[in-house]
């Protein structure tokens, strides 16, 4: 893993680092630093140069390795980057603790504007969704295209099946939870991991699986883990309060870039039924839904989600020339 100071930025003061974070064949993982913030950056080379760059942004509990299934079938596309927000993945926490979705958000957009690579097509999954949606409406000239897949938008009612995530916002219920769960093992994490993500969890490889409860216990090492999610999770549910110009309905509606919004019929955390609102919100929005896909469409349908996103630049191509 490299590490990289963007000129005349300094550098953050990194917390403890547990195990070696796992990359794999053909990504390369680097470390940029800015004031009081660094983020760990996963990319890979594109097929060929001169493509026009994207950043991908994780959700909830995830990190860049999530997108690490889509990052090749689009490499002929986009030169493609997918970040560690802070407190997840192998970015330590941000110095001034916030994991607000506007935190998340404010730390993406420094990243784009110190390495000058934007305008990007920016895709995000779950909380990343939601933090994308803030960008694309308040930068816009940072963003050619938005792809969301199972963002977390304000739900009137909330499923029941994610009221245990969203619990986590609640203060003392981390601590509760983690003495109720000091016997779980790592294995027994990720399967509760993989059950609540994936439409059919049995799709999951040995291999695959190996590496995500490899990845668990490397998370469980580290100090500040679990304050991230419970702050994230608050985040995420303080944003759902937010009206105005702030909320995040109020703020998909003054996107300008063009949307590819997918939904997973099986997705336990964000509702189906959320698909035709937000279609409706993002203007000119096209929609991908998939009936067996769970939360992470773009780790359990990658082919699927890439076909999407090729057809949303095409579209972006022609409408250009």
Known sequence: MSSTELPGIAAATAAPRASAVAIAEGEDLRSVTLPGLTLSVRSRPPARAGLPPALLVHGLGGSSQNWSALMPLIDDLVDGEALDLPGFGDSPPPDDGNYSVTGHARAVIRYLDASDRGPVHLLGNSLGGAVSTRIAALRPDLVRTLTLVSPALPELRVQRSAAPTGLLAVPGITALYARLTRDWTPE????????????????????????????????????????????????????????????????????????????????????????????????????????????VAMMEYPEAVARAFRELLDDYDSSRS
Not at 190 to 197: A, I, Q, S
Not at 229 to 252: D, E, K, P
Request: proline fraction near 4%; glycine fraction near 12%; aromatic fraction near 8%.
């Open 188 to 295: 027994m994490r990720t399967r509760g991991m993989l059950g609540l993500c994936y439409g059919d969890p049995s799709r999951v490889s040995e291999e695959g699986l190996r590496n995500a409860v490899a990845e668990m216990e490397r998370r469980l090492e580290l100090p500040y883990f679990w304050d991230a999610m419970t702050r994230s999770a608050r985040g995420i549910v303080n944003s759902y309060t937010l009206g105005g110009q702030h909320g995040l309905w109020r703020q998909a509606q003054r996107v300008l870039a063009p949307t590819l919004l997918v939904y997973g019929g099986r997705d336990q955390l964000v509702g189906y039924r959320m698909a035709r609102k937000a279609a409706t919100a993002f203007r000119g929005a096209r929609l991908l839904t998939l009936p067996d896909a769970g939360h």
